[in-house]
């Protein structure tokens, strides 16, 4: 079964930069598209990117367009989330899906794997 663990999160100052991973195990996430989600305490999951299985196209929520970078590096079995220019509106919980048979899309339920999550908060 795929296991997926996130890392990367930490404290960084408002314009700072993080890079979140993905690394999985038990699988190669070559055949999935990925996505990453958050969620900050009180609010519901929310869609962040996504990369496809097929084509590594990619998809991006509006409020972070232009700041986040996705990409993955199957040779690594792994998947990046490049985060620049924090707001503190970006703190929350990351995690990080894989969905098998999905093209793309930013909608948790179809996504069949996630991992634990890492925290990230951007703070002054």
């Known amino acids: 079964q795929l296991q997926l663990v996130e890392s990367g999160g930490g404290l960084v100052q408002p314009g700072g930069s993080l890079t979140l991973s993905c690394t999985a195990s038990?699988?190669?996430?070559?055949?999935?598209?990925i996505g990453w989600f958050r969620q900050a305490p009180g609010k519901e999951r929310e869609g962040v990117s996504c990369?496809?299985?097929?084509?590594?196209?990619?998809l991006y929520t509006e409020s972070v367009k232009g700041r986040f970078t996705i990409f993955r590096d199957n040779a690594k079995n792994t998947v990046y989330l490049q985060m620049n220019s924090l707001k503190p509106e970006d703190t929350a919980v990351y995690y990080c899906?894989?969905?098998?048979?999905?093209?793309?899309?930013?909608?948790?339920?179809?996504?069949?794997?996630w991992g634990q999550g890492t925290q990230v908060t951007v703070s002054s």
């Open positions: 899906a894989a969905g098998y048979g999905l093209d793309y899309g930013l909608a948790p339920y179809d996504y069949d794997y």
């Open positions: 990369i496809s299985r097929r084509d590594h196209t990619t």
């Open positions: 038990g699988g190669t996430l070559a055949y999935y598209t």
